[in-house]
């Protein structure tokens, strides 16, 4: 079977019996619900070249070429079941996302950890983009950013995950995909997985959206609240992201189980399948902690982020939604009080926490910054609550939405 030939042409060259892959300029500009479709309307032909594109891109093995003559046949059906994509020679370029600002202020601690983080994005545009345009994924590059990951997560667990967090707007996406990637492995490594399943967890943290690229722009990174058809458009992209992966060939069983199955939850309230209890895979249950863990923890243009402690404990809360024991497992991972988060102590001080402590969930090393007591600011000092002698202890979370500190994260990324 012939691979798919993507070609772009004028709308003055778009005649009945062509296969529309893409059309140019924002997705919710144009009246069509599907971003790709067989063209069988005149009423439809009309209204694409209404819309004035400058362009447009077909597929000429789903439908006919610009040379080709349309047939009664072509124009009342298609193929509906595409053949995989073969691989372009030409390179993909996509701009590479502006960076968080408060990353260049990372100290010596997390700066590898940033510069993993953006070369690890630009690994994950490329394959986004490559999934966008039917292209076949780069399955070599996948595995290079995911060995890069595991590393990392192993000689510094909560280095990159704590980056990975520092998200702007535009790089939402590509980010959230390295920070699960890197919650995977480190959540895998705490269960006790073999090595190898450790990688192809964290190729399943990596890939778990990339369905969403062969979505409309505008449906994945819109701010404001979907309608009922769109929020089931939306919800597509786990079986979208299966399909393509099992066209493609070469992904392991449990990579494909949790790009399908990470939205199921434990009540039969997810989808795409509501599978409920066991019947949800075991990498799936861990995929859907560790992805709404960093989605909730992340700024969106939606709303402000959760402090990574009250993520912690909001999922607690959510009874008949995650798998406790998994659950747990992740808690040992990023700590009960995971870097970053704002704590008060016994002392009545403020402290962002910079490194959970291996022995003891409750006893991290904090930087401590501001006086209750006194209403003010005080010279930044590490304590090591673990330290022998330290008599001072979290007493609660506090809300830096409440505070309003403009600089929490500067003071735990100077490490």
Known sequence: MLA??????RPDQLRLGMFVH?????????????????????????????????????????????????????????????????????????????????LALAGPIYQDAAALSRTAVRQVIDLYGAARLGRTLDQDACRSVVEDVVVSVARMPHALVSIARLKSVSDYTYLHAVAVCALMAGLARQMGWPEADVRQAALAGLLLDVGKATLPDDLVQRAGRLNDEERTLLRT???????????????????LQAVLSHHERLNGSGYPQALQ?????????????????????SRRPYRAPWDPAEAMRQLARSKGLYDTVVFQHLVKTVGIYPVGALVRLKSEQLAVVLEPHGGSLLTPK????????????VEPFVLDLARPGCTDRIADLESPEGWRFSDLDTLWLKG
């Open 366 to 377: 904090v930087r401590v910054f501001y006086s209750v007591a006194e209403r003010h600011r």
């Open 4 to 9: 798919s030939v993507l070609k772009t042409i």
């Open 277 to 297: 209890g066991d019947a949800i895979p075991l990498i799936a249950r861990m995929a859907a902690l560790c992805d709404v863990y960093d989605a909730v923890t």
């Open 237 to 255: 992209h786990a079986q979208r992201g299966h399909e393509l992966l099992a066209s493609e060939g070469g992904y392991d069983p449990l990579v």
């Open 22 to 102: 893409q059309l140019s300029g924002s997705w919710i500009s144009h009246p069509f619900w599907r971003s790709r479709f067989l063209l069988r309307d005149a009423r439809d032909l009309a209204k694409i070249q209404e819309l004035g594109l400058s362009s447009l891109v077909i597929d000429t093995d789903k439908g006919i070429d610009v040379d080709a003559e349309a047939t009664d046949e072509d124009r009342a059906s298609g193929p509906v079941d595409a053949p995989p994509p073969a691989a372009f020679d030409e390179p993909i370029v996509l701009p590479l996302p502006e960076a968080h600002p408060a």
